[in-house]
């Protein structure tokens, strides 16, 4: 579990203006990582940090970390064009880098030539995935969603008698997961017509978005070697935003018996920034169960995760159609929830996914699932906020939804906030649906 420390005293101001700035998502105490290149430029992507409205471009800082063994073999790290050398080197090297930059980024620091010329304005840079993602497994950790969701595909049983034992997930798939601002075209498969003999394939008419968080592995471990519960978070590297784009008429009609299939993997929209579990060291919350719920085996469970397992951060979704886009209307938000809610913590759902000694690699993602609230309004997906696509949510301008339509953008964002502690924020994952073929 990471230490609260002297990088997030909420006192902390940098010599990078736009870092001080109210409601800036990365003021010093944040630093989340992300890989980038100069928009339009051929430029090798490389590793940087964001503060403020920029990123520092970490392959330009050797010569400044020289003598710092630590640090120097973390900043070598970040010339690769993904984070997934810095990941596998462990906490160690991004707290030691951490440190570092929180020293030199600080109003006051001496020597600051070098890292003001490191200094990459966001707006005029690309942003790409953060890592290599070699895997990727989404979990199911939300009970309130699970039991929305349940309720409306089997509602003789919404909450199937496993949910509370195990921490259900699927192995999604890699290839098409995209960064920010990725175009999602419409997909195509099979599905079956209310009231039809046969099924058909057609575009879909049910695509939906699912608000989720995203953990990167840091360190992996060997096949065969299960990762305990107490040492499961030394193996993480950081969180970002993550958008399960879903087709719910395809998923209606091929979930069952194998779960998620085609209705899932045409696209997968994370956020590019990555905010380590370092900078979330001061929204750590006790991790809890309910009396009635059982407590969980031996191996997803320990006093560090009861202590403070959980973090707590807001989610958000919001929604732009093209209507809006035209008349310069801003988005309007659809829900918001709370990951402090979600049923798994993140250190079980590694403790679980190894504990068969199934290895994890550095980079590899793990959705936590649809994080929905216990209220209906905190719904993470359309599926639940329509009812299962029966009752229709209005936009400004008076269009109303009961699914994506074309042209919609989706925006997820995330933050937390806590009394004494500065605001960070993890930025957005955008998508905009695209028509189908
Ligand atoms: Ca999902």
Same mark, same amino acid.
């Given at each position: 579990?990471?230490?609260?420390?002297?990088?997030?005293?909420?006192?902390?101001?940098?010599?990078?203006?736009?870092?001080?700035?109210?409601?800036?998502?990365?003021?010093?105490?944040?630093?989340?990582?992300?890989?980038?290149?100069?928009?339009?430029?051929?430029?090798?992507?490389?590793?940087?940090?964001?503060?403020?409205?920029?990123?520092?471009?970490?392959?330009?800082?050797?010569?400044?970390? @020289?003598?710092?063994?630590?640090?120097? %073999? &973390? /900043? #070598? !790290?970040?010339?690769?064009?993904?984070?997934?050398?810095?990941? +596998? =080197?462990?906490?160690?090297?991004?707290?030691?880098?951490?440190?570092?930059?929180?020293?030199?980024? @600080?109003?006051?620091?001496?020597?600051? %030539? &070098? /890292? #003001? !010329?490191?200094?990459?304005?966001?707006?005029?840079?690309?942003? +790409? =995935?953060?890592?290599?993602?070699?895997?990727?497994?989404?979990?199911?950790?939300?009970?309130?969603?699970?039991?929305?969701?349940?309720?409306?595909?089997?509602?003789?049983?919404?909450?199937?008698?496993?949910?509370?034992?195990?921490?259900?997930?699927?192995?999604?798939?890699?290839?098409?997961?995209?960064?920010?601002?990725?175009?999602?075209?419409?997909?195509?498969?099979?599905?079956?017509?209310?009231?039809?003999?046969?099924?058909?394939?057609?575009?879909?008419?049910?695509?939906?978005?699912?608000?989720?968080?995203?953990?990167?592995?840091?360190?992996?471990?060997?096949?065969?070697?299960?990762?305990?519960?107490?040492?499961?978070?030394?193996?993480?590297?950081?969180?970002?935003?993550?958008?399960?784009?879903?087709?719910?008429?395809?998923?209606?009609?091929?979930?069952?018996?194998?779960?998620?299939?085609?209705?899932?993997?045409?696209?997968?929209?994370?956020?590019?920034?990555?905010?380590?579990?370092?900078?979330?060291?001061?929204?750590?919350?006790?991790?809890?169960?309910?009396?009635?719920?059982?407590?969980?085996?031996?191996?997803?469970?320990?006093?560090?995760?009861?202590?403070?397992?959980?973090?707590?951060?807001?989610?958000?979704?919001?929604?732009?159609?093209?209507?809006?886009?035209?008349?310069?209307?801003?988005?309007?938000?659809?829900?918001?929830?709370?990951?402090?809610?979600?049923?798994?913590?993140?250190?079980?759902?590694?403790?679980?996914?190894?504990?068969?000694?199934?290895?994890?690699?550095?980079?590899?993602?793990?959705?936590?699932?649809?994080?929905?609230?216990?209220?209906?309004?905190?719904?993470?997906?359309?599926?639940?906020?329509?009812?299962?696509?029966?009752?229709?949510?209005?936009?400004?301008?008076?269009?109303?939804?009961?699914?994506?339509?074309?042209?919609?953008?989706?925006?997820?964002?995330?933050?937390?906030?806590?009394?004494?502690?500065?605001?960070?924020?993890?930025?957005?994952?955008?998508?905009?649906?695209?028509?189908?073929?």
């Amino acid at each position: 579990m990471r230490q609260i420390d002297a990088t997030h005293d909420p006192g902390l101001t940098s010599w990078v203006g736009s870092a001080n700035r109210p409601g800036s998502d990365f003021p010093l105490q944040n630093l989340p990582f992300a890989v980038f290149r100069r928009a339009g430029s051929r430029e090798p992507l490389r590793c940087g940090v964001g503060i403020g409205d920029e990123i520092l471009d970490l392959t330009m800082l050797g010569a400044a970390a @020289r003598g710092d063994g630590e640090v120097a %073999e &973390a /900043l #070598a !790290a970040c010339a690769a064009p993904a984070l997934n050398e810095l990941m +596998a =080197l462990g906490p160690g090297a991004a707290r030691a880098l951490r440190h570092w930059l929180s020293r030199r980024l @600080r109003a006051g620091a001496g020597q600051t %030539e &070098a /890292l #003001a !010329a490191a200094l990459v304005a966001q707006s005029q840079a690309e942003l +790409a =995935l953060p890592a290599r993602i070699g895997d990727y497994t989404d979990f199911y950790t939300s009970i309130h969603h699970a039991t929305a969701v349940g309720r409306l595909f089997r509602p003789e049983q919404p909450l199937l008698p496993n949910y509370r034992w195990v921490p259900i997930a699927y192995h999604g798939r890699a290839s098409s997961i995209g960064v920010s601002g990725q175009q999602v075209r419409r997909p195509h498969g099979q599905l079956m017509p209310r009231g039809a003999e046969r099924p058909q394939l057609r575009a879909s008419e049910r695509l939906d978005y699912e608000l989720e968080l995203g953990v990167l592995i840091g360190a992996g471990n060997a096949l065969g070697e299960p990762i305990p519960i107490e040492r499961a978070e030394a193996h993480v590297f950081g969180l970002c935003l993550l958008n399960d784009w879903s087709a719910r008429d395809v998923q209606a009609w091929e979930y069952q018996p194998l779960g998620p299939f085609l209705a899932k993997n045409f696209a997968t929209t994370i956020s590019p920034w990555v905010v380590t579990l370092e900078a979330l060291a001061p929204f750590r919350v006790p991790w809890r169960r309910s009396e009635e719920d059982p407590a969980p085996l031996a191996y997803l469970d320990s006093p560090a995760l009861r202590e403070l397992g959980a973090i707590d951060i807001t989610l958000e979704v919001a929604l732009e159609s093209a209507a809006m886009r035209a008349h310069a209307v801003a988005p309007v938000r659809m829900a918001q929830a709370g990951f402090r809610d979600s049923y798994w913590s993140i250190a079980q759902m590694v403790a679980h996914h190894t504990v068969n000694g199934c290895n994890l690699q550095p980079g590899d993602l793990l959705g936590t699932g649809t994080q929905s609230g216990p209220r209906p309004e905190q719904a993470g997906s359309l599926l639940e906020l329509t009812a299962g696509g029966t009752r229709a949510v209005s936009l400004p301008g008076g269009e109303q939804r009961l699914f994506l339509a074309d042209g919609d953008r989706v925006i997820l964002s995330a933050w937390c906030e806590r009394p004494g502690f500065a605001r960070i924020g993890f930025g957005q994952a955008a998508g905009t649906v695209v028509a189908a073929d």
